[in-house]
């Protein structure tokens, strides 16, 4: 069978036929050519308005790279023909294979971008034997391809949160959709201002983000003012996850200070290798951590204290009526601020300022589930970690888009992979 067969099945067009094809050693590499010509009765569409018009000239002969065969690589030769557009001017003409001025056709940048979602970029590259540049070219034409042709009608709920992308404050907000049934990444902005979180609602328009039901997000001040102002509508609610991670962070805090304090009035080190034991959730204690945990509990620790305070609030996520739970949740800020506890009276403080959307919590039952924004946020990091070799905040905004952000693909006449 003849490589021109294949090709005029997989991809075929009506204007251009495949001419010679041949096999030639490049660096001592093999590689495939194939010429594509234009067919004689068909007149060249013009590039800049996608018109057909009259011939100008001929430019040298331009390789542009195909899917690789065998792990050959395999170029398509084309030599393009410049029109005389009466709209235009002399330009270029569109080939149904390539856009612009890439070297890549349009079904390899298609092919690199679908493995980049499963291998690291790099990995991508040297597998396909081709440059990270290209790789990155490719996922990024994908990701523009599906920005622009996605469906934003129909968000309901969303969720908001920030992720540092290198140190030193640097942070992006990512905003999710968080509907049940369509969880996905809807955008990437440079810090966590209240400037950044403006310019998505700009890009989401006010009718969709008047029709938003439910906004999720941190205790963060810049984006709770913001959701405010443009989804004011919407049961803001705030994210169980956060909540107990601020708790973590303050027994972190108590446990260290209390360390060093037991430490420098010369008693025993019980708070050795307790850090685990203190943040842990009892189910989920080791046997070691159990043991350990039962000889803290004979002394009178602020670190305990700290943890059981935790513990008990634990039950609060378990109200079913928001009445009941707003009781539970004013006690137990009460009681905490006779704790003498400094690190845990500031996350009462937090809580009984934050009251109402937290309470919104219950509010939301069974829309809201917790951790959807947690889970989006953890694949986020991950993606970023596996995407060693990005410098900008750009190309990591164009990572996670092709890693979380569910964009459409185009239609092919052929699935590659
Ligand atoms: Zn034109």
């Not at 856009?99 to 056709?105: F, N």
């Not at 990701?143 to 469906?151: C, E, N, P, T």
Request: aromatic share 12%.
């Amino acid at each position: 069978m003849l490589l021109k067969t294949i090709l005029n099945r997989i991809e075929h067009y009506k204007s251009f036929v495949y001419g010679k094809v041949r096999m030639l050693e490049e660096d001592g590499k093999l590689a495939i050519e194939v010429e594509v010509e234009a067919r004689a009765n068909g007149k060249p569409i013009c590039s800049g308005c996608g018109h057909p018009a009259p011939g100008y000239d001929r430019l040298a002969k331009r390789r542009f790279e195909y899917v690789p065969l065998w792990g050959i690589a395999v170029f398509f030769c084309y030599a393009m023909r410049r029109v005389d557009c009466p709209q235009c001017g002399v330009k270029v003409e569109q080939v149904p294979w390539a856009e612009g001025k890439s070297r890549l056709t349009t079904s390899y940048r298609w092919f690199l971008s679908r493995w980049a979602k499963r291998l690291s970029w790099q990995e991508t590259a040297r597998v396909f034997g081709t440059t990270w540049e290209h790789v990155f070219r490719s996922v990024k034409y994908a990701v523009s391809w599906g920005l622009k042709h996605r469906d934003l009608e129909g968000i309901e709920a969303i969720g908001v949160d920030e992720i540092q992308w290198r140190r030193g404050h640097k942070y992006l907000t990512l905003v999710y959709q968080i509907d049940e049934g369509c969880r996905r990444l809807l955008w990437v902005g440079k810090d966590r201002t209240t400037k950044t979180f403006l310019r998505f609602f700009r890009m989401f328009g006010q009718e969709r983000s008047s029709r938003l039901r439910f906004v999720c997000s941190d205790m963060w001040k810049p984006y709770l003012k913001v959701i405010a102002k443009k989804a004011g509508q919407a049961i803001h609610v705030l994210d169980r996850f956060h909540v107990m991670s601020k708790m973590n962070k303050a027994i972190d805090e108590v446990r260290a200070a209390e360390a060093k304090r037991l430490e420098r009035d010369g008693y025993e080190p019980v708070l050795k290798h307790s850090r685990w034991c203190l943040l842990k959730r009892k189910e989920n204690f080791t046997e070691k951590q159990a043991v350990k945990m039962s000889e803290l509990l004979q002394y009178n620790l602020q670190s305990v204290r700290s943890r059981l305070m935790r513990e008990d609030f634990q039950r609060f996520w378990e109200y079913y009526y928001p009445a009941c739970a707003a009781k539970f949740l004013d006690e137990w800020c009460t009681r905490t601020m006779r704790s003498k506890i400094g690190p845990m009276k500031k996350v009462a403080k937090t809580l009984r300022r934050h009251r109402e959307l937290i309470l919104n919590w219950f509010r939301a039952e069974g829309v809201i589930s917790s951790g959807i924004v947690e889970g989006l946020n953890n694949k986020a990091k991950l993606t970023m970690r596996k995407a060693y070799g990005f410098r900008t905040e750009k190309a990591i905004a164009i990572a996670l888009y092709h890693q979380l952000g569910d964009l459409p693909e185009t239609e092919f006449t052929h699935r590659f992979c």
